[in-house]
């Protein structure tokens, strides 16, 4: 919509128009830029594999140089520093797993005596009064119902990132 203009028309008082051509060359550079953008979305997982694996070459590689130095051959080297970082991952996860499901079952067990500690600190504040009532009034068969599905879909999710990561180490080797 126009708005009346009281006065003189001049050269200077009508409308610019601007009129913009996109060359060849543009569309050519918007065009490759999308399809770089799309193509590294759907390559990002492979290209994190590929990192991961060039990472993990670079933090063992002064090992494998070290006892190529003592006269092993490169292939028994790798076999010897992966075999080793193997024995200490399972070793770690051996003494840790135990002691992290202990600490899981013994908090599971004193669950009503935090909640109702929780609770109780809750309830001194007026501001907090009502998450004490709702905190108490948890049920949880309705929550472990409620979260079947996500986290199935996050168990998916976590086979995803093993796999991932046992590409890397194939990859690594």
């Known amino acids: ?3 009346p203009y009281h006065g003189r028309v001049t050269e200077s008082s ?17 065009l490759a830029l999308t399809a770089g953008a799309w193509l590294l979305v759907h390559l990002l997982p492979a290209l994190l594999v590929l990192v991961t694996a060039m990472m ?6 002064p090992f494998v140089a070290w006892l190529e130095h003592r006269t092993v051959r490169h292939t028994f080297a790798i076999c010897t520093v992966f075999g080793i970082g193997a024995a ?15 600490q ?3 908090l599971a067990d004193k669950e009503p005596e935090i909640r ?18 709702d905190l108490r009034k948890v049920r ?8 079947k599905l996500p986290l199935l879909a996050m168990s998916g999710r976590v086979f995803e990132i093993a796999a991932y990561s046992i590409a890397a180490v194939f990859l690594a080797f």
Do not use: F, H, N, W
């Open 104 to 106: 899981v079952k013994t």
């Open 88 to 102: 200490i991952s399972l070793t770690l996860l051996t003494l840790t797993v135990p002691t992290v499901v202990e």
């Open 14 to 30: 009508k409308p610019t128009v601007v009129r913009v051509e996109l060359s060849l060359k543009s569309m050519l550079v918007v």
């Open 140 to 147: 949880y068969a309705e929550l472990l119902q409620a979260s």
């Open 116 to 133: 109702e500690t929780l609770a109780v600190c809750l309830e001194r504040s007026s501001l907090t009064a009502a998450l004490a009532d």
């Open 56 to 61: 993990v070459v670079g933090v063992l590689s």
């Open 1 to 3: 919509m126009m708005l």
